[in-house]
């Protein structure tokens, strides 16, 4: 991790929100995440920019990177292509999730 991605951590806490942040955009965060997490943008306007972010990605940026695909090649396969690119995103988050419940507290 560079500085400045560091620096946008704010360190350990953050580093548990952020990881919130992103499992959100998912679906996946438990009851009880999910009140934690709104619990603490309350409070911190640098995580919830870092949301905003993570839902800009889902809500745009993968859209867009999916018609982008679709005007260069056949539709099937980018679709294909799409399903398996975010079944490996939300993989990716569910691992992270397991990995932090495993950190002792």
Known sequence: MNAKENSFLGGGIHEEFLALCALSTSGELSDSDHRQLEKHLLLCAQCRHA????????????????????EDKDQ???????????AQFFQRLALEKASRQKQPA
């Not at 905003?52 to 940026?61: C, I, K, P, Y």
């Not at 859209?63 to 982008?68: F, G, L, R, T, V």
């Not at 099937?76 to 975010?86: G, H, P």
């Open 76 to 86: 099937t396969a980018d679709v294909e292509w799409l399903n398996r690119a975010e």
């Open 51 to 70: 949301k905003r972010l993570f839902e800009n990605v889902v809500d745009n940026v993968i859209p867009m990177i999916a018609a982008d695909k679709f």
